[in-house]
């Protein structure tokens, strides 16, 4: 009977030695790493079903768990934000945002959602200089036409069009044939007005050259002094 249960017991470890996961080069992987990642998961699904569902304190309340087992979660920063955002907590989706911007494989999404954010607050200084940085970071169509449409909104005409001519031109995105479309009949708008506006800073440059040479010639002339022999 013992030496049936030791067999037994020695098949059983066998069949858990074999199951284990091991990485490329044969050796084990780190367990605690190993089971945080798979925790982390599992919060995540939880969390996206709570999402599914519509009961958004449930899915706060995995995200948060999922970021306490994995620091390094990047989309769980930027999804558990706009849950904060909506709940009206704007400050901690700020603070969650800018966590983001610091790990590379979220930056770029975390910098265009800050950016949200703070056009949202009226901050539009600094929701431009992360739009900038987002562009820089990762540059795609949504990215540079938000990016496009900030300076429009601004009727920074020149800047405007520089975006969308990189738009039209970036060898690495891909446009469907409406979007191109679209694109070039932008363009063709923004050509007229960033001409328009040049042609009106060239005439208030002349104005106030014109300007400073009146003011120039209408002081008084100095009186010489008078030389004493």
């Not at 994995?70 to 849950?83: C, K, R, S, T």
């Not at 969650?96 to 009226?122: I, M």
């Not at 009727?155 to 039209?168: D, I, M, P």
Request: proline share 3%; charged share 30%.
């Amino acid at each position: 009977m013992r030496a049936a249960r030791r067999a037994l017991a020695a098949a059983a470890l066998s069949a858990l030695l074999g199951a284990r996961p091991s990485l490329a080069d044969g050796t084990e992987p780190n367990n605690a790493a190993h089971w945080s990642r798979l925790a982390a998961q599992s919060y995540l699904e939880r969390a996206e079903r709570a999402q599914a569902r519509g009961d958004t304190l449930a899915a706060v309340s995995a995200f948060t768990d999922a970021l306490r087992v994995d620091p390094n979660l990047g989309q769980a920063y930027i999804e558990l934000a706009e849950l904060r955002r909506l709940l009206g907590d704007i400050g901690e989706a700020e603070r969650l945002l800018s966590r983001a911007t610091a790990l590379s494989d979220a930056r770029a999404e975390a910098l265009t959602q800050r950016a949200r954010l703070y056009r949202l607050q009226h901050r539009d200084e600094l929701a431009l200089r992360d739009l900038e940085s987002a562009v820089e970071a990762e540059p795609s169509v949504r990215r540079l036409r938000q990016l496009g449409d900030f300076y429009v909104e601004q009727r920074a005409w020149v800047a405007a069009l520089s975006v969308w001519r990189r738009v039209a031109s970036e060898p690495s995105l891909t446009l469907e044939e409406s979007e191109r479309a679209e694109v070039l009949e932008t363009l063709g708008a923004l050509a007229v007005l960033a001409a328009e506006a040049d042609a009106v800073q060239h005439v208030m440059r002349e104005r106030d050259t014109t300007r400073r040479t009146l003011r120039r010639h209408a002081r008084p002339a100095r009186p010489q002094r008078r030389t004493t022999h």
